[in-house]
């Protein structure tokens, strides 16, 4: 690999890679090879026996290399092979994307652009994300658990709902596993998940997607408070461990990556709505906070921030409300810079009377949800969790414009291709 020739272990090389960069002179040819741990130059003399070859070679050919490593400051990476030996494994024709770096070309040839080295570096940093994720919940004594995909009813609103045929029967992808983590909750009370989600959602920002990962945990005997804590340590465990070990693909995407200080600043969504009408917003105490709005609190506390306390009529059935104001709820979105909200969390409803009333409230048919209301008669208790996009993070972390790029093939409402 050519990572282990960037760290002068190796002076006799032979490996295998792509052509990323070509050119050529009179008396040689030197070929940029890359493969997933690096890039590396590599020289062709005229009169070598592979100088045919050399000439051959187009971009993103594939190729197998034998040669001499030699130290050389000018060279990407600080090293240089001297070629001995080069074979075409697959020529490729004239590669499509030198000639054109639009935005929607670039998304009709994703299964290209992926091998371009600001891709290759935001698959590897999610990759890192994601065990990170899995490191952290696994240390507070979480358990995984893998949800369903396929699901009788809605989570967030019918509005949202993919409907599928289920042999005959109305089934919907999954748009949060959290109904189900309420059950498994009940058994094994610490549990997380990272898992796909969809939302027929038919908005066209560069923060939605249909189908996303979403990390998402419950816990019984948890509070919105404890929610907000567990949601904290979480994203500053991820920030820390990626600035630690990505450097190489941070220095590629020319990012730093900025580690907040604990605790995140909390406000209530009635605070939230006072400072966005000093601001010239007009939001109403029952109005949902926007992306325009979230992005505009987030920059005056230049940072994440906490926003709870929602009034009921926005968020979701399952939320619980309290005792002494009932036209709010305990729920909670963390709201981060150039993003808006990455995730929502908080306490659900734990009493079956309350839960039967929001249903009620939401139109939802009962005999869809029966299984959960057994939840509310057989033992209930206070429970809560949260679900954060995955994508949004990243981003957010990265500085991205848009969640698109940490998807390998982005799904939105106009793109199915490739």
């Keep these: 690999m050519i990572d282990e020739i960037l760290s002068g272990k190796v002076k006799k090389a032979s490996f295998k890679g792509w052509v990323y960069r070509k050119r050529e002179q009179k008396d040689a040819i ?16 005229k009169g070598d026996k592979s100088w045919k070859q050399a000439q051959k070679a187009t971009i993103e050919s594939s190729v197998e290399i034998t040669g001499t490593a030699k130290k050389d400051k000018r060279a990407p990476g600080g090293y240089e092979i001297k070629v001995d030996a080069l074979k075409i494994i697959g020529l490729a024709e004239t590669y499509p994307i030198s000639r054109d770096l639009s935005t929607e070309f670039l998304r009709d040839v994703r299964h290209l652009w992926l091998r371009s080295r600001k891709i290759t570096a935001l698959i590897k940093i999610s990759s890192k994300v994601s065990g990170l994720v899995h490191e952290f919940f696994r240390k507070q004594g979480y358990t995984e ?8 009813g809605a989570c967030e609103g019918g509005s949202t709902l993919f409907e599928v045929d289920y042999f005959g029967k109305k089934a919907y992808l999954t748009q949060s596993w959290q109904l189900y983590a309420e059950a498994i909750a009940h058994a094994i009370e610490k ?13 066209h920002t560069s923060r939605h997607v249909t189908e996303f990962w979403h990390i998402e945990m419950e816990q019984a005997h948890a509070t919105m408070q404890d929610i907000m804590k567990i949601e ?27 580690i907040p200080k604990k605790p995140f600043p909390k406000i209530t969504f009635d605070e939230a709505v006072k400072r966005l009408k ?4 007009k939001i109403g105490p029952e109005d949902d906070l926007g992306a325009d709005e979230e992005k505009a609190l987030a920059k005056d506390f230049k940072g994440p921030v906490f926003v709870y306390d929602y009034p ?17 709820v305990m729920s909670t979105d963390l709201i981060v810079p150039r993003v808006g909200e990455i995730s929502t969390g908080g306490s659900r409803v734990d009493d079956k009377k309350e839960l039967i009333e929001r249903m009620k409230e939401f139109g939802l048919d009962r005999k869809d949800y029966e299984w959960y ?20 993070l990243i981003a957010w972390m990265l500085k991205l414009e848009s969640i698109y790029d940490v998807l390998p093939f982005p799904r939105t409402p106009k793109r199915l291709y490739p």
């Design 373 to 392: 209301i057994d939840l509310r008669k057989y033992g209930s208790v206070p429970h809560a969790g949260f679900g954060m996009g995955i994508e949004r």
């Design 145 to 152: 658990i893998h949800p369903p995909m396929f699901v009788s």
């Design 312 to 328: 009921r009529k926005v968020k979701a059935f399952y939320c619980k409300a309290y005792k002494d104001k009932p036209d709010y």
């Design 232 to 258: 904290e340590d979480m994203v500053l465990y991820v920030l820390k461990g990626v600035a630690k070990d990505c450097k190489k693909e941070l220095e590629e995407l020319k990012v730093k990556i900025d």
């Design 278 to 281: 000093a601001k010239g917003f």
């Design 191 to 203: 549990i997380y998940t990272i898992a796909p989600s969809f939302r027929a959602e038919a908005s």
């Design 30 to 45: 030197f070929l940029i090879i890359r493969d997933s741990t690096g890039i590396i130059q590599c020289i062709i003399k």
